[in-house]
C-alpha cells in the first residue's frame, strides 16, 4: 500500500466511503487494521471521542514499525485525546509522533499541534509557566526543524504570544516588590523583563518601573541609563518624556576680561 502527503489522512476518507455505519463499536467485529483504520476516523467525525481514542491506541500499540497507517493513527489518537479536553496526553501523543517519525509528512503538524496543546494548559501567565515552557520548546522545535512547514507564521505569533506571558509574569513579581518597597528584588525582576523580553509590550513597562526603583534609592546613573534607551526606544512616548524629562543645561557664563 502506498500513500503521498497527509497519505494516511487523505486514503482514511477515501474509505470512510467504504466503512458504511456500524450500529454497535466493538474492535473485534473490523477484520483486518485498514478497516479498525476506517472506523477509527468515523468515530472522530462522529465526535465519539472515547471510541475513537480506543481504536487508535490498539492501532498506535499493534502496527508494525513500517505500516503507513502507523504515523497517522498517532496523529489521530492525539486528535482524539485533544478532543476529550486531555491536553497533556495529546501532546504526548503528538511528540511521539514528530520524534518517531521525523521524516513523515505529518511531523510538522505534529510539533505545531504539541505546543498549542502544551500551551492550553498555561491558562494565565500568574499560573506556573511549566506547560508555556514546554509549548515554546515544541514551536522553536519545529521552526528549527521545518523553516518551511505551513504552520511557521503560526508557529512565530504563539511564540510572541507565550513571550508576552513570560514577561508579564516577571513583571507582576516586580511590581509585588515595587509595592512593599524592596527595591533590590522588583529591580531584579525588571530587569529580567527587560534583558529576556525586550520586544513585548511589558520590556517599556519594565523600564519605567526601573526608573521609579531607582529614583527611590537614589541611584542617578543607573537611572539615566535606563532613561537614555527609554528615549531612544519611545522618544515620543509621554509616560517616557515624565518619567525622564530633559535635562536643563545652563549656558556657560563667560569669564569677565
Known amino acids: 500500500m502506498v500513500f503521498t502527503r497527509k497519505h494516511a489522512l487523505a486514503a482514511g476518507v477515501a474509505l470512510l466511503a467504504l466503512a458504511g455505519c456500524y450500529r454497535t ?12 483504520y476506517t472506523a477509527g476516523l468515523q468515530q472522530l467525525q462522529l465526535k465519539k471521542w472515547d471510541n475513537a481514542v ?54 510538522d503538524d505534529a510539533l505545531y499541534r504539541a505546543g498549542r496543546e502544551y500551551q492550553a494548559m498555561w491558562r494565565r501567565p500568574t499560573l506556573d509557566p511549566q506547560y508555556g515552557g514546554e509549548a515554546a520548546v515544541k514551536y522553536e522545535e519545529m521552526l528549527g526543524l521545518y523553516p518551511e512547514s505551513e504552520w511557521k507564521d503560526s508557529a512565530t505569533k504563539q511564540l510572541a504570544v507565550l513571550q508576552e506571558w513570560f514577561a508579564t509574569k516577571d513583571y507582576d513579581i516586580g511590581m ?14 525588571m530587569r529580567d523583563v527587560v534583558t529576556k523580553f525586550p520586544n513585548t509590550a511589558r520590556s517599556r513597562d519594565a523600564l519605567l518601573k526601573l526608573v521609579q526603583a531607582f529614583d527611590a534609592i537614589n541611584w542617578k546613573d543607573d537611572k539615566a541609563d535606563v532613561c537614555k534607551t527609554l528615549k531612544e526606544k519611545y522618544p515620543t512616548d509621554p509616560e517616557v518624556v515624565e518619567a525622564c524629562p530633559p535635562v536643563n543645561v545652563q549656558p556657560a557664563v563667560p569669564r569677565p576680561g
Do not use: C
Not at 25 to 36: H, I, K
Not at 176 to 189: L, T, V
Open 176 to 189: 509585588h516588590y515595587m509595592r512593599r518597597k524592596a527595591w533590590d528584588s522588583a529591580i531584579i525582576y
Open 54 to 107: 480506543l481504536i487508535f491506541e490498539k492501532l498506535t500499540l499493534e502496527l508494525p514499525a513500517r505500516d503507513t497507517l502507523l504515523p497517522a493513527s498517532h496523529f489521530h489518537l492525539a486528535e482524539a485525546y485533544s478532543r476529550r479536553g486531555e491536553h497533556l496526553l495529546a501532546a504526548q501523543a503528538y511528540s511521539r509522533l514528530a520524534e518517531s517519525f521525523a521524516t513523515d509528512s505529518l511531523a
Open 25 to 36: 463499536f466493538n474492535l473485534r467485529q473490523f477484520p483486518n487494521n485498514e478497516a479498525l
